[in-house]
């Protein structure tokens, strides 16, 4: 499937063209999970190794974008706007971190389906495991101190 290819120079160009109207730009560095942003700079980091898989690459990028989107909408903003400093907004933050991320990958899903009809959108946030693994894997590792 062609989907399922190694992403070439010119894919990673017209990526980095598509994401700048939005304010984003993208930088390849190792990140958990294989990607991250910066909601308030549009700083999209990236592993290197998601460029082995066209559809992952996509995937990961649009997620990320619609974090920026959401940001600047001013959607779940204590999700994209709280960095929580104490036990208090932590546990706001927790409570609605999954809920934003599941609104997060349906919007980006919709996005491949406008802009990259026939290419499948591959879900960060899927099922139970998913869920499991962004609390105790990602979350509570990330704000370890202030548990
Ligand atoms: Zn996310």
């Not at 160009?13 to 939005?22: D, E, G, H, L, M």
């Not at 559809?55 to 974090?67: K, R, T, V």
């Not at 927790?94 to 026939?118: L, T």
Request: glycine share 4%; charged share 30%.
């Amino acid at each position: 499937m062609w989907y399922k290819e190694k992403v070439s120079e010119e894919e990673i160009a017209s990526a980095r063209a598509f994401i700048k109207p939005f304010g984003a730009r993208l930088h390849f560095k190792s990140v958990i999970g294989g990607g991250q942003v910066h909601v308030d700079t549009g700083l999209i980091e990236m592993s290197k190794f998601v460029t082995r898989n066209s559809q992952i690459f996509w995937s990961i990028l649009l997620h990320e974008l619609c974090h920026c989107i959401c940001f600047q909408k001013k959607l779940y903003y204590n999700y994209h706007n709280l960095e929580p400093s104490n036990t208090k907004e932590l546990r706001r933050f927790r409570r609605i971190a999954y809920k934003a991320e599941r609104f997060v990958d349906k919007m980006a899903a919709k996005m491949m389906e406008d802009y990259f009809p026939g290419m499948p959108y591959k879900y960060q946030y899927f099922d139970k495991h998913d869920k499991k693994w962004f609390y105790e894997e990602f979350l509570d590792r990330y704000y370890k101190e202030l548990r």
